[in-house]
């Protein structure tokens, strides 16, 4: 069965609600969030390669990656500020090409029992502008793949 993402622009606050359920429990899902080489095999679109600068998934640590097809790369970092295993990840995030537009993130990773997660990921950013931004840039269709890319990974 494929499932799709549910992404939603709030209508009262600057903020995107993704919510997607996987057939694997919250310690897998979260893992392929907080372990680089796992989070390289599903994240962005597959037309681009993925590099991993750094990744230290704690309180208090950072990660930049870059995405890169065609001879263009596009570079996004940011700071884990909570880090709760299988239960909760709260980040920033940025586009490198875009450095003042900063996301405060909050990735919830729900057990749903049997083996079952619901993750629902909010990013806040500074203006409903900013918001819709950052919807029209394609993020739908990148998370949609993203997620069919993890659901494989997570199959294995």
């Known amino acids: 069965m494929?499932?799709?993402?549910?992404?939603?622009?709030?209508?009262?606050?600057?903020?995107?609600?993704i919510t997607r359920?996987?057939?694997?429990?919250?310690?897998?899902?979260?893992r392929a969030h907080t372990d680089p080489d796992l989070f390289a095999q599903w994240v962005g679109p597959s037309k681009h390669a993925m590099k991993i600068d750094?990744?230290?998934?704690?309180?208090?640590g950072s990660y930049r990656y870059v995405l890169g097809s065609d001879g263009n790369e596009y570079g996004f970092r940011g700071c884990f500020h909570d880090v709760r295993p299988n239960e909760l990840i709260v980040q920033t995030f940025s586009f490198?090409?875009?450095?003042?537009?900063?996301?405060?993130?909050?990735?919830?990773?729900?057990?749903?029992?049997?083996?079952?997660?619901?993750?629902?990921?909010?990013?806040l950013v500074d203006s409903f502008e900013g918001r819709d931004g950052f919807v029209a840039?394609?993020?739908?269709?990148?998370?949609?793949?993203?997620?069919?890319?993890?659901?494989?990974?997570?199959?294995r």
Not at 21 to 30: I, N, R, S, T
Not at 54 to 60: A, E, H, N, Q, S
Not at 137 to 155: F, I, N, P, T
Request: net charge negative.
């Open 2 to 17: 494929t499932r799709k993402a549910e992404v939603v622009s709030d209508p009262d606050v600057p903020l995107v609600r």
């Open 21 to 30: 359920e996987f057939d694997a429990p919250p310690a897998k899902v979260f």
């Open 54 to 60: 750094y990744f230290d998934c704690r309180p208090g």
């Open 96 to 123: 490198e090409g875009m450095p003042d537009g900063v996301a405060l993130e909050k990735l919830h990773f729900e057990d749903l029992g049997n083996g079952r997660t619901r993750l629902v990921s909010t990013s």
């Open 137 to 155: 840039s394609g993020v739908e269709e990148g998370v949609q793949e993203g997620y069919r890319k993890l659901d494989e990974l997570l199959a």
